[in-house]
């Protein structure tokens, strides 16, 4: 962080903010922490309350039940629903027939001559096409309930869509964000050992063609159960390669089948797996989170209601990309599910013009907005005028997620978005999580607002911050943030984790016996949490999720490279960077390019969020007299710290190389400052 969101700081910072605007809410701590005792004290039946706000097909028999294997519980058992139908079918039967259920925008051109690329799709016709793809899916892919298909796709209207087929016939999907490299793709799609990969041509980004389709075509040489490649035309590029065995166009498929096919939605177990998202660890080897559908739906409708305080009348917009768990929740099943308006842009934040978010807010009267610490980070350097030159007053209510929330990002939001008018709120979940777990509520009115915190515990939901030992610590005391008891939307049956049922309990409940989230965190006296950031070898870069260890070894994996170590320094925007320092072989004349090289190198094996920022190389790596590398040392030599004890250190030269890097660069970044 550039600016550590210290209690201290925030507390002090929230002083100075008149909180008025929020004194109409009736606002009572007290009043919030006897609802949550409540809920707590009657847990099942304060879940059971909230599931049956839900449609289900069959009503649930029991509220929760422990799975197969350790740590994995089965939510609402016995209960069968379908997200498709949830989203779509439920409202089609309602006055949200014609209502937009997607706003999507592309990427606008350079030349302001061009028409602006939008679609806006109405309930009636978001069901329509969900229903034809399903059937396509069924009759022409022979995909049935358990199958699992991979999804390599931008941010358009089809990702949604494919998204809801899937769900509409039980498919399992993997969602691989469009920015992640053939390898990390390939790797996703074995491990899930998906039949098909849908994927585009390309896609546009800050004005070039990022192309899909040639990304995947790499990938899927090594991919021995994908039997065909469906391409979905976005661009409509004539020089893709197509293996007319393997490779089928979308449209094609979809062109004779009828407009008013009906596809039943398959009437699901609540424990049936929706999908599986991949996320980053402490090892070199993605996560597959698996989600539920049951538990699933019911935190997706409670938060939005809880958190987003969605109704009829809202546009909600959340700048996530779908790839990313957020994007799952909180574009696609979270808003439709409520019967909103949901926002889906093309492109990038500041392209053609630095304006372009402010820009769509004032098109389309955005109300509700939910973005990233990192987006607004980078805003903020640039000038106040591309925000002030729109009119922002339709937005109500603003939202942040990713990574703690700096107090200067948190008044930019305040003041210059959402004039302080709005509350933001800063909401902590995780990928593992699958909806928010700790906010402020407006949708509940119940709530003060306190800048810079996460906000308490959602009803239902029991966290605690412990010690080492795993005692819980003071108020005000930062410890290790873990969730006591089971949630809905937690990882699914049967294994948590897909395939690895004892790395599940391994990773998270080892050390504490309850789920630990891997986070540093303080619980104040009012019971509000402030979630510091990770306590692990995680990174969070521009808000995703990097692991030290995988781009070890990445780099490793290199033929010149003999051993690494990467560790995270603060960036002013990003959050936090990786930085790299590696050995190289012996006998390998590297040339002057090779950090350039190794950057391409980790480009192509993960993507380009994994980029660090600085690669050094040096001779040997501080190590203990074991042979283990001494990552806390590394640590305060990129961040130009004192090395504290390094008595256990096998050479203290490798300290100096570190240390004369550091300098260097330091020295750099002063001339460039000057210049
Ligand atoms: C990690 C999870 C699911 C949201 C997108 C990120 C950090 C997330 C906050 C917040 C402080 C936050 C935590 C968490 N984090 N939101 N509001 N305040 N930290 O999902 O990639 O799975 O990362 O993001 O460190 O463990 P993710």
Same mark, same amino acid.
């Given at each position: ?16 903010? +008149? ?74 039967? !309602? ?40 059937? #396509? ?38 969602? +691989? ?22 994927? !585009? ?51 094609? #498929? ?48 409670? !938060? ?71 987006? +607004? ?38 003041? #210059? ?40 515990? #959602? ?5 605690? +911050?412990?010690? &080492? ?106 959050? &936090? ?19 350039? &090289? ?49 008595? !256990? ?27």
């Amino acid at each position: 962080m550039s600016e550590n969101p210290s209690i201290k700081e925030t507390l002090d910072f929230e002083e100075r903010i +008149v909180l008025s605007e929020w004194s109409h809410r009736n606002c009572s701590v007290a009043e919030y922490q006897k609802m949550h005792g409540d809920s707590l004290a009657k847990f099942e039946n304060f879940w059971a309350s909230i599931a049956n706000e839900l449609e289900w097909f069959k009503p649930f028999e029991k509220v929760l039940e422990p799975g197969e294997y350790p740590n994995v519980y089965k939510w609402f058992v016995g209960g069968r629903l379908n997200l498709s139908y949830l989203c779509l079918d439920r409202h089609v039967k !309602t006055h949200r027939k014609n209502k937009i259920a997607i706003i999507w925008e592309g990427e606008p051109a350079k030349s302001s001559n061009e028409p602006l690329e939008v679609r806006q799709i109405s309930y009636y016709e978001l069901w329509r096409l969900v229903n034809r793809v399903a059937y #396509l899916m069924r009759h022409k892919l022979g995909l049935k309930k358990g199958d699992r298909i991979a999804l390599y796709m931008p941010m358009i209207p089809e990702l949604p869509v494919l998204m809801l087929a899937a769900a509409r016939l039980g498919v399992i999907f993997t969602q +691989v964000f469009s920015g992640f490299s053939s390898e990390a793709l390939s790797a996703r799609v074995n491990d899930l050992g998906a039949r098909y990969l849908f994927t !585009t041509d390309g896609y546009y980004r800050r004005g070039n063609i990022i192309r899909t389709k040639d990304i995947a075509d790499k990938a899927i040489k090594d991919c021995p159960t994908v039997e065909k490649i469906v391409v979905i035309r976005r661009i409509g590029l004539t020089d893709i390669n197509i293996d007319n065995n393997r490779d089928v166009f979308f449209d094609e #498929l979809l062109k004779d089948v009828p407009y008013n096919v009906y596809v039943e939605p398959e009437q699901l177990e609540s424990t049936d797996a929706l999908y599986v998202i991949y996320t980053s660890g402490t090892t070199g080897k993605p996560k597959g989170i698996i989600r539920d559908t049951g538990g699933y739906a019911v935190i997706l409708n409670a !938060t939005m209601k809880w958190i987003f305080d969605i109704t009829d009348e809202d546009i909600y917009w959340c700048t996530a990309d779908i790839g990313w768990v957020t994007g799952h929740s909180y574009i696609v099943f979270g808003p439709l599910m409520s019967g909103a308006t949901t926002l889906i842009f093309e492109g990038a934040p500041d392209y053609p013009e630095p304006d372009r978010w402010w820009s769509i807010i004032e098109r389309y009267g955005v109300t509700i907005f939910y973005t990233s610490p990192t987006a +607004v980070r980078a805003f903020m350097r640039l000038s106040p005028d591309y925000v002030k030159k729109h009119d922002l007053s339709t937005i109500r209510l603003i939202h942040s997620v990713g990574e703690p929330i700096n107090p200067s990002a948190w008044k930019w939001l305040f003041e #210059l978005i959402g004039n302080k008018r709005c509350p933001v709120g800063s909401t902590w979940w995780m990928t593992e999580t699958g909806g928010i777990l700790i906010s402020h509520t407006p949708g509940l009115k119940l709530v003060p607002l306190k800048p810079g915190t996460n906000g308490p515990p #959602l009803p239902g939901i029991e966290v605690e +911050v412990l010690d &080492e030992e795993g005692k819980p610590v003071k108020s005000g005391v930062k410890g290790y943030l873990v969730i006591k008891k089971p949630w809905p939307g937690m990882p699914g049956p049967p294994t948590g984790m897909w395939g690895e049922p004892e790395r599940y309990n391994e990773v998270y409940f080892s050390r504490f016996g309850y789920f630990f989230t891997g986070d540093y965190a303080i619980k104040d006296n009012d019971g509000y949490v402030w979630v510091l950031g990770r306590s692990d070898e995680v990174l969070k870069v521009a808000g995703h999720r990097i692991g030290t260890y995988e781009l070890e070894s990445t780099l490793v994996a290199h033929p010149y490279v003999a051993e690494a170590a990467v560790v995270g320094v603060p960036d002013e925007i990003k959050g &936090e960077v990786p930085i790299a320092y590696v050995v190289l072989k012996t006998g390998v004349n590297p040339g002057p390019n090779i950090q350039t &090289e190794l950057k391409k190198w980790i480009r192509e094996k993960i993507g380009a969020i994994a980029d660090p920022k600085n690669i050094f190389v040096v001779s040997r790596l501080p190590k203990t007299r074991s042979g283990k590398i001494m990552r806390r040392v590394v640590k305060a030599l990129a961040l130009g710290k004192p090395v504290g004890d390094i008595t !256990t250190l096998e050479d203290e030269s490798a300290v100096e190389e570190i240390k004369a890097a550091y300098e260097a660069l330091a020295k750099e970044l002063e001339a460039a400052k000057k210049t």
